[in-house]
């Protein structure tokens, strides 16, 4: 079965510095992977994928992510962080055992960007 | 113009008590999916349905039923409400081919006292 999983409850960083959230998986085949943020009492909105192509993926508000088969990780990342990063992020993985698309998610990293 | 909406934000409701929350989509997506959020901010699906069928029903009790009157709708009626049933609901969307993630709604939150 596939699964995801984010080691850290927490992250915290100093605003400015770079921030890693890291995320490994595990799949039967190819992965689709993906992170979602949430901020505080909000929905989750999606802010990169990983299908194919470039193992560096860029997506929103300046993160980017890195896809690294050997050691089945798509941490995400951004060389600047700023103090409104602060949020909820979660690694999620496409289950492609089925027709469903169903999503499967790690269990959440809090990213704390202090000032 | 939200492109997925729940209603209503906010549900605080005593136990036992029927309660239902709607979700509408305006992105023309074939799949719509329920996932429960608890206090330890796990994400769990619930439900999915693509073009109104039923094609992921993972382990809720049977009084949870969603309904989906068509391919922009989804709804979800739960029955005799429980203190454990306290969480956020999130509606979600997603096209039904390629490899698209989903899009959200901003979410329910339900309190059973």
């Known amino acids: 079965a596939q699964s995801v999983a984010q080691p850290e409850d927490q992250v915290n960083v100093a605003e400015g510095n770079p921030l890693t959230v890291k995320c490994t998986y595990s799949?039967?085949?190819?992965?689709?992977l993906f992170w979602y943020v949430q901020y505080p009492n909000r929905g989750l909105q999606f802010l990169l994928k990983?299908?194919?192509?470039?193992?560096l993926v860029k997506g929103s508000y300046g993160f980017e992510a890195e896809f690294n088969k050997s050691q089945t990780s798509f941490h995400l990342k951004k060389p600047s962080a700023l103090v409104s990063d602060s949020a909820l992020y979660f690694c999620?993985?496409?289950?492609?055992?089925?027709?469903?698309?169903?999503?499967?998610f790690g269990t959440g990293t809090l990213l704390a960007v202090q000032p | 113009d939200t492109a997925v909406s729940q209603t209503p934000k906010y549900l605080v409701t005593q136990m036992g008590n029927d309660k239902s929350i709607k979700c509408e989509q305006n992105?023309?997506?074939?799949?719509m999916y329920w996932y429960k959020q608890d206090s330890k901010k796990f994400l769990k699906i619930m439900f999915s349905?693509?073009?109104?069928?039923?094609?992921i029903n993972e382990t809720v009790p049977n009084r949870f039923s969603p309904k989906s009157p068509d391919k922009a709708h989804l709804n979800l009626h739960i029955n005799s409400l429980e203190l454990g049933d306290s969480a956020v609901y999130f509606c979600?969307?997603?096209?039904?081919?390629?490899?698209?993630?989903?899009?959200f709604g901003s979410g329910t939150r339900l309190t059973v006292v």
């Open positions: 349905y693509n073009n109104k069928e039923l094609i």
């Open positions: 799949v039967s085949g190819n992965p689709y």
């Open positions: 999620a993985v496409r289950d492609l055992g089925g027709a469903t698309n169903k999503l499967i």
């Open positions: 979600a969307s997603s096209p039904n081919h390629g490899a698209g993630g989903y899009t």
């Open positions: 992105l023309g997506h074939d799949t």
């Open positions: 990983y299908i194919t192509g470039d193992n």
